[in-house]
Nanobody, 127 residues
């Protein structure tokens, strides 16, 4: 069983920055894929970044490449999403998700390959 607890998010003007956190609670935190997804009203859930927990390998969707950075703090079992140069189109509910079975080896990221989800946090970027 894995529990993901998110924090961060909020409202910011275009060009600003926000950081999201995802604390991973599990009996034994191993080598998981941890990803950040987002979903705007009326749109499908989109995978924006993924990290191979423990190895540090990362992936970014083209829509956020060069602006977002996913990272891990092994000591805190926490994954971060640093979001810079935010745009109004980044406005969405953001979710972290865990794939302990390592199903998420193909791209783009598929929500159905992630077994555990955080509670979600709203990010709003105004122009």
């Amino acid at each position: 069983q894995v529990q993901l607890v998110q924090s961060g998010g909020g409202s910011v003007q275009a060009g600003g920055s926000l950081r999201l956190s995802c604390a991973v609670f599990a009996h034994a935190v191993g080598y998981y894929f941890i990803a950040w997804f987002r979903q705007a009203p009326g749109k499908e859930r989109e995978g924006v970044a993924r990290i191979y927990l423990g190895y540090g390998d990362t992936y970014y969707a083209d829509s956020v490449k060069g602006r977002f950075t996913i990272s891990e703090d092994n000591a805190k079992n926490t994954v971060y999403l640093q979001m810079n140069s935010l745009k109004p189109e980044d406005t969405a509910m953001y979710y972290c998700a865990a794939d302990p079975r390592l199903l998420s080896r193909s791209l783009p990221l598929k929500p159905e390959e992630y077994s555990y989800w955080g509670q979600g946090t709203q990010v709003t970027v105004s122009s």
